[in-house]
């Protein structure tokens, strides 16, 4: 937050904050892209199937789907020769791919969730498929919607959330008014307005809410907010969400503490 005192007198103080968004729109578009990469990148189901249902239908079929495209090979029974770990190279995640091979080409199953050992499993299933004229049929499947669709929209929710405290706190304005006894926080945003007032009298402290450690310690690290305390035992927070900086946070409260002549409780 970038502080501006707009006006002080012995009975009035008018305080403009604008939050420096930079941080929120980096970790809010990070998220976002998180989620988004996860969904439709790692998000698929992957299926490889043969049969010997008929001996003019002996075939074998990778099929690859995702939100964005599906995709299908299909190979004869006798031009897939077997399955393998490759360990001479890494794939995407770093790992050793699991190859399909035939007669043109070496054909990678991206299995996402599978480590080494499970990949060496699938490939002895393969190759025993193929060995065993008897076995009428194979199916390999993997389906990792199953985790990165939940993973995806939380870390999408999660940088909706930092942008719409953005939205909510485009500006903020605090006046504080000893001749009316009030206190008002009016927050300007995007999406419209927010008024929050209260009585100067009932104001009985001010504290620095820290986001993921003890509000006593302060750190540049951290975001941070300010509560006023009131008599009631309920609080009234400055902005909507932690849009402070240590300093910002610091330089706000004392120039309320020293207006209102209140304590900074931890």
């Known amino acids: 937050m ?26 809010g578009g990070i998220f976002v892209a998180g989620g988004v990469f996860l969904m439709t990148k790692l998000g698929k189901t992957t299926t490889f199937i043969c049969s010997r249902l008929e001996p ?22 006798k031009e897939v020769l077997g399955a393998k770990l490759d360990t001479n190279t890494t794939n995407a995640s770093s790992s050793y791919p699991l190859v399909i091979l035939t007669s043109d ?7 996402v969730n599978a480590d080494s050992t499970q ?12 060995k065993n004229s008897r076995e009428p049929k194979l199916t390999i499947n993997e389906d990792t919607r199953l985790w990165t669709y939940p993973l995806g929209l939380f870390l999408i ?56 450690m003890d509000a006593v310690t302060v750190t540049s690290s951290t975001s941070y907010n ?17 849009m402070f900086t240590a300093k910002s946070a610091e330089q706000t409260v004392e120039a309320i503490a020293s207006f209102l002549n209140l304590k900074i409780t931890d």
């Open 119 to 130: 990949k060496e499993s699938k490939a002895a299933q393969i190759n025993a498929f193929i």
């Open 105 to 111: 080409a070496s054909v990678p199953i991206d299995l």
């Open 2 to 27: 970038k502080l501006k005192i707009v006006k002080q007198t012995p009975t009035l103080l008018k305080l403009h904050l604008k939050p420096q968004a930079i941080f929120y729109w980096l970790f």
């Open 157 to 212: 929710a999660s940088g909706a959330v930092c942008i719409i405290y953005l939205l909510m706190n485009n500006t903020i304005i605090c006046i504080l008014d000893k001749t009316l006894d009030k206190a008002t926080i009016e927050r300007k945003g995007w999406l419209g307005k927010e008024v929050i007032q209260a009585k100067l009298s009932e104001i009985s402290g001010l504290n620095i809410d820290a986001v993921a």
């Open 56 to 77: 003019t239908q002996e075939s074998c079929q990778l099929i690859t789907k995702s939100i964005l495209k599906s995709q299908v090979k299909s190979w004869t029974l």
């Open 226 to 242: 300010i509560v006023f305390n009131l008599v009631s035992d309920k609080n009234i927070y400055l902005a909507a969400g932690p």
